[in-house]
């Protein structure tokens, strides 16, 4: 079974600056697709970025990018010019893409908050 | 917009009772989810589904039950047989099948607490 480990549960990070959010996972296959999540206070969960693991180039999404270490089963998350909108919980998700559902598993998460 | 409700927002239950949490999706997605979050745990997957008619336990579905009878629709009965049923309960949906990068895409939750 997959497992997904996100060891810090609180960061901070002052506005502007920038921050890395980590994650490893645990699995033996080798095609699957990796994803990071934000919850606002709102409590909605928002799709933020997502990695396949073919891919060697990193994933972007504006002030979002991963470094997707695959032989280290490492994927983080890097917020560039924080901003008081980005204070949320963040989780890390892995997707099997072998597997014929679309189940994912999620590591405990990280709150971050800004100072501003 | 296309997207996925949840209600009620907020729910309470008695002790001995069974309530059920509504989830409806207009993405025209196949397959949809149901997860449990409590604090300092992550989202834990309760059931999900892949076609009308038919679902599987995820990793903690001993209290809950669930029916598939439309493809729009997923509601999630949280039985008198969950003794700690006090969480955030969010469904999600998703494009089914292998080798999609498609994300899952997520209701607002509902806030289910004893009385």
């Known amino acids: 079974a997959q497992t997904v480990t996100q060891s810090q549960p609180e960061m901070s990070v002052q506005e502007a600056e920038t921050v890395t959010l980590s994650c490893t996972y645990d699995?033996?296959?080798?095609?699957?697709?990796l994803f990071w999540y934000k919850q606002p206070p709102s409590r909605q969960m928002i799709l933020v970025i997502r990695q396949e693991a073919y891919k060697q180039q990193n994933a972007t999404e504006n002030r979002f990018s991963v470094n997707f270490q695959k032989a280290a089963k490492s994927f983080s998350l890097k917020i560039s010019d924080s901003q008081l909108g980005d204070a949320a919980m963040y989780f890390c998700?892995?997707?099997?893409?072998?597997?014929?559902?679309?189940?994912?598993?999620f590591g405990k998460g990280i709150t971050l908050s800004v100072r501003p | 917009d296309g997207g996925i409700t949840q209600s009620p927002k907020y729910l309470f239950r008695k002790e001995g009772q069974n309530v059920t949490l509504s989830c409806e999706q207009n993405l025209n997605h196949d397959a949809m989810y149901w997860y449990r979050q409590d604090p300092g745990q992550g989202l834990r997957l309760i059931y999900y589904s892949q076609i009308v008619n038919d679902f599987q336990k995820g990793d903690i579905a001993e209290g809950y039950s669930v029916s598939r009878e439309k493809k729009e629709s997923f509601p999630l009965t949280v039985t008198s047989a969950q003794k700690n049923p006090t969480a955030f309960y969010l469904c999600?949906?998703?494009?089914w099948g292998r080798g999609s990068n498609q994300p899952q895409h997520f209701g607002d939750g509902t806030r289910l607490s004893i009385l």
């Open positions: 699995t033996s296959e080798s095609d699957y697709y």
């Open positions: 999600a949906s998703s494009i």
């Open positions: 998700a892995y997707r099997s893409a072998s597997g014929a559902n679309s189940k994912l598993t």
